[in-house]
């Protein structure tokens, strides 16, 4: 091989590599193409670009098993989002960054929750504004989810998380006695992902973040069990076999690991009391329900102070294997 032959070809093995190395940081759209801030500040931002990348992966793996009605729904979700995530970004007072990364990390975990069992055709509903009354400038960003399979009655489902967004809009939205005569920046943020703990189940789970003036913010992550099968809400009491011996594992289960959370990070001793513990663990939004383990979640002031932030409790299915119920929707 002559010297320009060698030349030549390091030449083209160093442009392949510069094409790939620009393709794997680029985001999955062209950014010559970029038509608003929110494309541009994707194509701006490697770690946003990289979000990008593996929510059209996903999405792709996804809409590559499905087809007909099932698919269409898809494409249809797809161009809501990108609308949604356009118009709510935009309007974020907190930036246009932030709200992409929960964005995407949120859509992302939905459409890989959605590519396993059966499609369950959840579309993402979203509200946002950017506005002010007096000196108080107040922003939402509301992301919640409507079951819209035909399987079943979801109505109740969908009426609960509509009214739970419209009671937040009315919460985040200043009145005549929020103190219009000062400067003040509200903020209200949420969104939601998906699981699948099982083929005949789906847990949501809610996570929102506020801010109203005052000390400091407000926020929480609540769970919602949906059976597939019947389109209703299932609390403890409907995954668990019938008596109480489910709630004493469970007080005995969780209180042993908050104990031991309670040596790093401050907690109330007194929520470790049984009878306490107990009256907590029969409360529905605790339960996030996994693919792979249950999360039981609390959030600030429940078992510690706010400076502790939330408390997390993760039980593998095998400990919970014998006290579930063999009809339910989580089955192992």
Not at 196 to 219: E, I, L, M, W
Not at 255 to 263: E, I, P
Request: overall charge neutral; hydrophobic content about 40%.
């Amino acid at each position: 091989m002559t010297r320009l032959v060698r030349l030549v070809s390091i030449v083209a093995v160093g442009l392949v590599s510069i094409a790939t190395a620009f393709a794997q940081s680029a985001p999955s759209f062209d950014c010559a193409k970029a038509s608003n801030d929110v494309e541009r500040t994707v194509c701006k931002d490697p770690e946003l670009a990289k979000a990008d990348r593996e929510m059209a992966a996903a999405y792709a793996a996804l809409a590559a098993k499905l087809s007909g009605p099932a698919k269409e729904n898809l494409e249809k979700e797809q161009v809501r989002w990108l609308g949604d995530r356009n118009r709510g970004c935009a309007a974020d007072t907190d930036g246009i960054v932030p709200c992409l990364k929960r964005r995407y990390a949120a859509r992302t975990t939905n459409l890989l929750a959605s590519a396993e069992g059966i499609y369950p055709f959840i579309s993402e509903q979203s509200l946002s504004k950017n506005a002010k009354l007096g000196k108080i400038t107040y922003s939402y960003d509301i992301s919640y989810p409507k079951f819209e399979a035909t399987t079943a009655d979801f109505a109740a489902v969908n009426a609960r998380f509509a009214n739970a967004a419209k009671k937040a809009i009315v919460d985040a939205t200043p009145q005549a006695d929020s103190g219009l005569d000062r400067e003040q920046g509200w903020t209200y943020e949420q969104g939601f992902k998906i699981y699948r703990p099982s083929g005949n189940a789906v847990t949501v789970a809610v996570d929102f973040y506020g801010y109203s003036g005052g000390a400091h913010g407000f926020g929480a992550t609540t769970c919602t069990l949906v059976d597939l099968r019947t389109g209703k809400i299932e609390g403890p009491a409907g995954v668990f076999a019938a008596g109480d011996k489910w709630l004493k594992a469970m007080v005995e289960i969780v209180g042993a690991d908050l104990k031991k959370q309670f040596v790093d990070k401050p907690g109330f001793d007194e929520a470790l009391e049984p009878a306490s513990l107990a009256k907590l663990l029969r409360e529905p939004g605790h339960y996030c329900w996994h693919a792979n383990r249950l999360e039981v979640i609390f959030n600030a002031y429940e078992v510690g102070p706010y400076v502790s932030g939330p408390f997390e409790v993760d039980v593998p299915y095998d400990r919970l294997t014998p006290l579930l119920r063999k009809d339910g929707p989580i089955t192992r």
